[in-house]
């Protein structure tokens, strides 16, 4: 689950890393009243950045300065007012403009391959990390953590000095301790700062001093241990997940809602992926991702033909049951159950092999089903449907 | 041969008392494994499966007194890492975790106990394995398969059971079925499992069944380009029609900006001799076309 910026930074501070301050705001007003604070707090210019989960906001004319409250205002609402990749715009956060001396990247990222955490750092900081890594792999620097012990200090010392933060060095190895301790106490696949930056700061007196900062902060965190958290379900953005695809969650279902016009029912994850890239194959495009999951009953079945029918644009319907745990005679008693309650009538076509397909395939016949035997036939006969033609 | 499992391996089901334990562990020894022991901390001293298999409180107990070698866990997410370090612990050299929703982050002092000890670590997130005609550990259902000398690996459940159904129904068999998990932090990659299929003089060709996430599917590519050169492979890869940034359903299935895209695995296997379906039922055909004569 990605979370907002400003919600990372919660966690970040709540584990004590070093965060400029920052208010959110809903509306035009309320940037410009808490760009007043800051800039009556000292500060020459505030930044105003979109509060949205898709990457490239800045090309997006998502992020601005505002050298005064009025400028915050007009500014907030123009961004406000944005679609940044298609999602709508409803938060900004405002904070003081930072006087940046240099910027770097630093990241705690759950590694697939050494099945380590590992910190990934670099003095290119500020800019797209993929684009480093592609153009330049030996600029960024890779520590992993150990399994057992963690990330020990010395380790965050030799990151530190190979990111030429040797005069930041206790900021800096409290940051990448507090960035491996952040992921551990929320279970986060990725904590990542772009840019961590070194910032000028007018102390009093006119004196000037250097810090590090975390300017902006990215956090994805591990689906599978929210529960063991809470109140971080709380922190999903509503804006990156379907009505469809929350209702699904909540119904024990896995759904992911797509653009096409051909419903898929399947049990598993990788067969209902493979199941969508066959109805593209045939010609069609799937209108959703649906794992009913291992073991379903009939009322699984029922729920998920509701939201498959919920989407208008779906005119055909494929079932593709692999009968293991799950049991091909409970999936079309369902089929049958959801077909009595629905109020639109859908071409549908189902196959369904493996545990108790013979009596499936009674109950199926008996109801007058189209069925289809195997799943490359299946894909083919619903996209003739969803074009119209007879299946 | 085979890999992983065969007649000789003893098996000790973790959670053979709860409900997915019992009914699986059933199918395991209707299919000839021996399935030598049940594990449920409180329960030691009774049966299970109608008598036939003892339960012990700890698997330690459960390899002293009957021998298993092999563990097969089934106990609730919150529990499993601490099976598998239990397993290795006491001495298991082949660990099934079947059980999902474990959170990454767990999973990673396990699996480094799991290496310590010397022990090998299947899943989680995985259905199990099968050796047609010698035993099945975890939840595959056994009529799928046949006989044969094709190795599959596999990061699918059902997807795997249409790969192999297709195979079985073209008349070709299996030395050894593994499912490795779609999880992001997995015992046995895509890797390990080509490295153990090349040791055994019963493989002949292998099928690799990938999907979107990661990158395991191209590192065990270019491992094959090198070293499996003249074994017919065959592979296919889910998620083509996958969007960026939703995790598919399993944990380890998610596109991240440019990364773990189908069409990067596609174009990995291609380049190193696999032939690549564009649907599991052509698998057996194109595993002939690359000269397999099974």
Same mark, same amino acid.
């Given at each position: 689950?990605?979370?907002?910026?400003?919600?990372?930074?919660?966690?970040?501070?709540?584990?004590?890393?070093?965060?400029?301050?920052?208010?959110?705001?809903?509306?035009?007003?309320?940037?410009?009243?808490?760009?007043?604070?800051?800039?009556?707090?000292?500060?020459?210019?505030?930044?105003?950045?979109?509060?949205?989960?898709?990457?490239?906001?800045?090309?997006?004319?998502?992020?601005?300065?505002?050298?005064?409250?009025?400028?915050?205002?007009?500014?907030?609402?123009?961004?406000?007012?944005?679609?940044?990749?298609?999602?709508?715009?409803?938060?900004?956060?405002?904070?003081?403009?930072?006087?940046?001396?240099?910027?770097?990247?630093?990241?705690?990222?759950?590694?697939?391959?050494?099945?380590?955490?590992?910190?990934?750092?670099?003095?290119?900081?500020?800019?797209?990390?993929?684009?480093?890594?592609?153009?330049?792999?030996?600029?960024?620097?890779?520590?992993?953590?150990?399994?057992?012990?963690?990330?020990?200090?010395?380790?965050?010392?030799?990151?530190?000095?190979?990111?030429?933060?040797?005069?930041?060095?206790? %900021?800096? &190895?409290?940051? @990448?301790?507090? /960035?491996?301790?952040?992921?551990?106490?929320? *279970? =986060?696949? #990725? $904590?990542? !700062?772009?840019?961590?930056?070194?910032?000028?700061?007018?102390?009093?007196?006119?004196?000037?001093?250097?810090?590090?900062?975390?300017?902006?902060?990215?956090?994805?965190?591990?689906?599978?241990?929210?529960?063991?958290?809470?109140?971080?379900?709380?922190?999903?953005?509503?804006?990156?997940?379907?009505?469809?695809?929350?209702?699904?969650?909540?119904?024990?279902?896995?759904?992911?809602?797509?653009?096409?016009?051909?419903?898929?029912?399947?049990?598993?994850?990788?067969?209902?992926?493979?199941?969508?890239?066959?109805?593209?194959?045939?010609?069609?495009?799937?209108?959703?991702?649906?794992?009913?999951?291992?073991?379903?009953?009939? %009322?699984? &079945?029922?729920? @998920?033909?509701? /939201?498959?029918?919920?989407?208008?644009?779906? *005119? =055909?319907? #494929? $079932?593709? !049951?692999?009968?293991?745990?799950?049991?091909?005679?409970?999936?079309?008693?369902?089929?049958?159950?959801?077909?009595?309650?629905?109020?639109?009538?859908?071409?549908?076509?189902?196959?369904?092999?493996?545990?108790?397909?013979?009596?499936?395939?009674?109950?199926?016949?008996?109801?007058?089903?189209?069925?289809?035997?195997?799943?490359?036939?299946?894909?083919?006969?619903?996209?003739?449907?969803?074009?119209?033609?007879?299946? | 041969?085979?890999?992983?499992?065969?007649?000789?391996?003893?098996?000790?089901?973790?959670?053979?008392?709860?409900?997915?334990?019992?009914?699986?562990?059933?199918?395991?020894?209707?299919?000839?494994?021996?399935?030598?022991?049940?594990?449920?901390?409180?329960?030691?001293?009774?049966?299970?499966?109608?008598?036939?298999?003892?339960?012990?409180?700890?698997?330690?107990?459960?390899?002293?007194?009957?021998?298993?070698?092999?563990?097969?866990?089934?106990?609730?997410?919150?529990?499993?890492?601490?099976?598998?370090?239990?397993?290795?612990?006491?001495?298991?050299?082949?660990?099934?975790?079947?059980?999902?929703?474990?959170?990454?982050?767990?999973?990673?002092?396990?699996?480094?106990?799991?290496?310590?000890?010397?022990?090998?670590?299947?899943?989680?997130?995985?259905?199990?394995?099968?050796?047609?005609?010698?035993?099945?550990?975890?939840?595959?259902?056994?009529?799928?398969?046949?006989?044969?000398?094709?190795?599959?690996?596999?990061?699918?459940?059902?997807?795997?059971?249409?790969?192999?159904?297709?195979?079985?129904?073209?008349?070709?068999?299996?030395?050894?079925?593994?499912?490795?998990?779609?999880?992001?932090?997995?015992?046995?990659?895509?890797?390990?499992?080509?490295?153990?299929?090349?040791?055994?003089?019963?493989?002949?060709?292998?099928?690799?069944?990938?999907?979107?996430?990661?990158?395991?599917?191209?590192?065990?590519?270019?491992?094959?380009?090198?070293?499996?050169?003249?074994?017919?492979?065959?592979?296919?890869?889910?998620?083509?029609?996958?969007?960026?940034?939703?995790?598919?359903?399993?944990?380890?299935?998610?596109?991240?900006?440019?990364?773990?895209?189908?069409?990067?695995?596609?174009?990995?296997?291609?380049?190193?001799?696999?032939?690549?379906?564009?649907?599991?039922?052509?698998?057996?055909?194109?595993?002939?076309?690359?000269?397999?004569?099974?």
């Amino acid at each position: 689950m990605k979370i907002q910026e400003a919600d990372a930074k919660s966690l970040l501070v709540a584990q004590g890393l070093p965060v400029p301050p920052w208010e959110v705001a809903q509306t035009a007003a309320e940037a410009r009243a808490a760009a007043n604070r800051f800039l009556a707090a000292g500060g020459k210019q505030v930044v105003i950045k979109a509060q949205v989960l898709v990457g490239g906001r800045g090309k997006a004319g998502g992020v601005k300065l505002a050298g005064s409250a009025e400028e915050a205002e007009r500014v907030a609402a123009a961004i406000l007012a944005l679609q940044i990749k298609g999602i709508a715009v409803h938060k900004v956060l405002v904070g003081p403009a930072a006087d940046i001396v240099k910027e770097f990247y630093l990241a705690a990222v759950l590694d697939r391959a050494s099945r380590r955490v590992i910190l990934m750092g670099s003095a290119e900081g500020g800019v797209e990390i993929e684009q480093v890594a592609a153009d330049r792999p030996e600029a960024i620097v890779t520590i992993p953590a150990h399994p057992l012990a963690g990330f020990l200090p010395f380790k965050a010392r030799q990151m530190a000095f190979r990111l030429g933060l040797g005069d930041h060095l206790k %900021d800096a &190895v409290a940051i @990448a301790t507090g /960035l491996v301790r952040t992921m551990h106490a929320y *279970d =986060a696949d #990725l $904590v990542e !700062i772009n840019p961590l930056a070194v910032v000028r700061e007018a102390g009093a007196a006119g004196a000037v001093s250097e810090r590090l900062q975390c300017l902006d902060a990215k956090i994805t965190l591990d689906d599978s241990a929210l529960a063991r958290h809470a109140g971080l379900e709380d922190l999903r953005d509503p804006d990156d997940e379907d009505p469809a695809d929350r209702a699904a969650r909540e119904a024990g279902l896995t759904f992911i809602k797509l653009d096409g016009t051909i419903g898929c029912m399947v049990n598993g994850a990788g067969l209902a992926m493979a199941t969508m890239d066959l109805v593209k194959r045939a010609g069609g495009e799937p209108a959703n991702f649906l794992d009913i999951g291992g073991g379903a009953r009939a %009322d699984k &079945v029922t729920a @998920a033909m509701r /939201l498959i029918l919920a989407d208008p644009k779906v *005119d =055909a319907i #494929l $079932v593709n !049951i692999f009968g293991g745990i799950t049991r091909g005679d409970e999936v079309a008693r369902g089929l049958i159950e959801a077909r009595q309650q629905q109020e639109r009538d859908v071409p549908m076509v189902v196959r369904i092999v493996g545990t108790n397909a013979e009596g499936a395939a009674v109950l199926l016949r008996e109801a007058r089903f189209e069925t289809a035997a195997t799943l490359d036939e299946a894909a083919r006969r619903a996209v003739a449907a969803s074009r119209g033609a007879p299946a | 041969m085979s890999i992983l499992i065969d007649r000789s391996s003893r098996v000790v089901v973790h959670g053979l008392t709860g409900r997915e334990g019992s009914f699986h562990g059933a199918a395991m020894l209707d299919y000839g494994t021996q399935v030598v022991a049940g594990m449920t901390p409180g329960k030691g001293g009774q049966t299970a499966l109608d008598g036939r298999v003892p339960v012990f409180d700890t698997v330690a107990d459960a390899v002293r007194e009957t021998g298993a070698d092999t563990s097969c866990i089934f106990v609730p997410a919150a529990g499993a890492p601490d099976a598998v370090t239990e397993a290795a612990a006491a001495g298991i050299k082949t660990i099934f975790c079947i059980t999902e929703g474990i959170p990454a982050l767990d999973m990673i002092p396990a699996v480094e106990l799991v290496r310590a000890a010397g022990a090998r670590l299947i899943g989680p997130n995985c259905p199990g394995a099968t050796t047609p005609g010698q035993a099945k550990v975890g939840i595959i259902p056994g009529s799928i398969h046949r006989e044969g000398r094709v190795g599959v690996v596999s990061r699918s459940g059902t997807l795997t059971y249409e790969a192999v159904q297709a195979m079985s129904d073209a008349g070709v068999g299996q030395s050894t079925c593994v499912g490795i998990g779609g999880d992001p932090i997995i015992g046995t990659t895509f890797l390990d499992a080509l490295l153990l299929f090349a040791g055994d003089p019963e493989t002949d060709a292998i099928v690799l069944i990938g999907e979107i996430g990661g990158a395991a599917e191209e590192t065990a590519a270019a491992w094959a380009a090198e070293h499996l050169r003249d074994v017919p492979k065959a592979a296919f890869i889910a998620g083509r029609t996958a969007p960026e940034g939703k995790r598919m359903g399993h944990a380890g299935a998610i596109i991240s900006g440019s990364a773990g895209t189908a069409t990067s695995k596609v174009e990995a296997l291609e380049a190193a001799g696999f032939r690549v379906a564009g649907s599991p039922t052509e698998l057996p055909q194109l595993l002939r076309d690359a000269g397999y004569r099974g």
